[in-house]
């Protein structure tokens, strides 16, 4: 795989593990293929680190639920996933989704799975922004004049 696949590969997965219910609509497409489970999906803990502003020294912030799945098309392409929570089939939906955006028809599935799915969390980004805003306190800090 080359830096550009890699990057687009990087999209679509986290396009994935952000789609929760809404890759649901999408399971008779996804499992029209034979596949077999390579790791069926479990779920486990992970150890989630974190940075003061992004850019400090690495702390350990806490554990996370995850659920884990690997699949296996019938043409030997194999897809994994990661996802948040306990939702074992939506960890099988998004490694299926992986395993056929590998192949020949990795546009279709751009345009009908991984695009409608990212604009859809965008919209939803940016209601819960400007929802978010519409709280926003400023504070002003008054300084004195020496006398």
Not at 108 to 136: D, F
Not at 139 to 147: C, D
Request: proline share 1%; aromatic share 4%.
């Amino acid at each position: 795989m080359n830096a550009i696949d890699t990057a687009a590969r990087q999209r679509w997965m986290g396009v994935l593990a952000r789609a929760g219910a809404a890759l649901g609509a999408h399971e008779a497409r996804l499992k029209d293929t034979a596949y077999q489970l390579i790791r069926a999906p479990e779920i486990g803990m992970t150890l989630v680190r974190g940075r003061m502003g992004g850019t400090g020294a690495a702390f350990n912030l806490g554990e996370m639920t995850v659920t884990r799945c690997v699949v296996r098309l019938a043409d030997g392409r194999t897809g994994y996933s990661y996802v948040a929570g306990r939702d074992k089939r939506h960890a099988e939906l998004a490694a299926l989704a992986d395993a056929h955006l590998q192949g020949r028809d990795q546009r279709h599935w751009q345009e009908t799975l991984i695009e409608p799915l990212a604009r859809e969390q965008a919209a939803r980004r940016a209601a819960q922004a400007a929802e978010t805003a519409s709280t926003r306190v400023e504070f002003v800090t008054l300084v004195r004049g020496e006398s």
